[in-house]
């Protein structure tokens, strides 16, 4: 168990549906991340924060946006869902921010299928 | 940019032998991070270990082992005696500096089963 928390595991829904997705970071990790498993494309990150603000920006779609509240927990949104948003959505938790080498553990993920 | 190659795709072995699974790395960085992590049928990413760019010392755990090769780029892992439980899909990443924060490439996986 790494600590992390991510709700819910599986989520099915609709074309053009949107859909919020949870996580909780490991006790005393201020820096959150998403990303996004797919068959086709492997694991994508898609964005960071840290203690509340955005950090670093991968290929995260414009529909969909996220954000980490005071308590340090994140929610990422996916509006107007389409077929290939199908997914394994991960949120990964680490100690620092900026530069490199911080080691992220990663929560049990949420499947999402788009049907 | 930054690229992780792992060129296994899939491998099977037989329980107790031995089995090494390939990683090489693009980077223009003098100072990077490699990470290997363990994907099992449950789905979750499991991290294994953390090394960086100046520390070219192998590393031992339990039947795990990790060969770093900085002149040829390669992060490879070799698991001995191989056990059915160490099936899974195993994930090189390496971690690079992006914006204000931090990401980690992560190649594109091997699938390791060990048969009884």
């Known amino acids: ?115 | 940019a930054q690229k992780v190659t792992q060129a296994q795709t899939e491998i099977s072995v037989v329980e107790k032998e031995d089995v090494t699974l390939d990683c090489v790395y693009e980077t223009r960085d003098t100072t990077y991070y490699l990470f290997w992590y363990k994907q099992p049928p449950s789905g979750e990413l499991v991290f294994l270990i953390r090394r960086n760019s100046f520390d070219e010392q192998n590393e031992i755990s339990g039947r795990y082992s990790w060969n770093f090769q900085k002149s040829t780029s390669s992060f490879n892992f070799t698991i001995t005696a191989s056990q059915v439980v160490d099936s899974a899909v195993y994930f090189c990443a390496l971690s690079e500096a992006v914006d204000y924060g931090q990401n980690f490439v992560f190649g594109p996986g091997t699938r390791l089963s060990v048969l009884p």
């Open chain 1, 1 to 115: 168990d790494s600590g992390v928390t991510q709700t819910p595991k599986h989520l099915i829904t609709a074309t053009g549906q949107r859909v919020t997705l949870r996580c909780s970071p490991r006790s005393g990790d201020l820096s959150v991340y998403w990303y996004q498993q797919s068959l086709d494309q492997g694991l994508q990150f898609l964005i960071q924060y840290y203690n509340g603000e955005e950090r670093a920006k991968g290929n995260i779609l414009e529909r969909f946006s996220a954000q980490q509240f005071p308590d340090l927990h994140s929610e990422l949104n996916l509006s107007s869902l389409e077929l290939g948003d199908s997914a394994l959505y991960f949120c990964a938790s680490s100690i620092g921010t900026s530069g490199r080498g911080h080691t992220q553990y990663f929560g049990p993920g949420t499947r999402l299928t788009v049907l």
